[in-house]
């Protein structure tokens, strides 16, 4: 209860707490939400590659995309990538080819925000199902 209320208050103090605390899902979880670069605090190796942290990671500052090891770990998720771009547009620059050419990808993009279909390849701008969706 303590270490939760501490970790609350200032996410930086994940830093400093127990390593068996520190391989808790929960609290690494709170420490993302506190502090914007929480994720480089996080040590376990198997948190560092869980999805719902790379995805609490976004919730919180969408720039940590930029950090390599965050981006080496998450680049491949599909779930990680759309909460950048909820979280901030300008994450677009960090979308992987694969998904700029993926046009279920883009369908759920463009329903975040259409002014994303910049960022998509040529075949997925021209795509029949994108043009309608980009005409609602």
């Not at 771009?85 to 925000?113: C, G, H, M, T, W």
């Amino acid at each position: 209860e303590t270490v939760a209320l501490a970790i609350s208050k200032n996410g930086k103090a994940y830093a400093y707490i127990d390593a068996a605390f520190q391989r808790e899902k929960t609290f690494a979880i709170a420490a993302l939400a506190a502090f914007d670069e929480a994720y480089l605090l996080i040590t376990d190796e198997d948190l560092q590659k869980d999805e719902e942290i790379g995805v609490a990671a976004v919730q919180k500052n969408a720039a940590i995309l930029a950090h390599p090891l965050f981006y080496d770990r998450f680049c491949k998720s599909e779930r990680v990538m759309l909460e950048a771009l909820k979280k901030d547009v300008r994450s677009i620059r960090y979308l992987p080819n694969a998904f700029k050419q993926d046009v279920e990808f883009a369908k759920k993009a463009l329903a975040i925000d259409k002014g994303f279909i910049a960022g998509f390849f040529y075949n997925v701008q021209k795509d029949e199902e994108i043009a309608r969706i980009l005409q609602e």
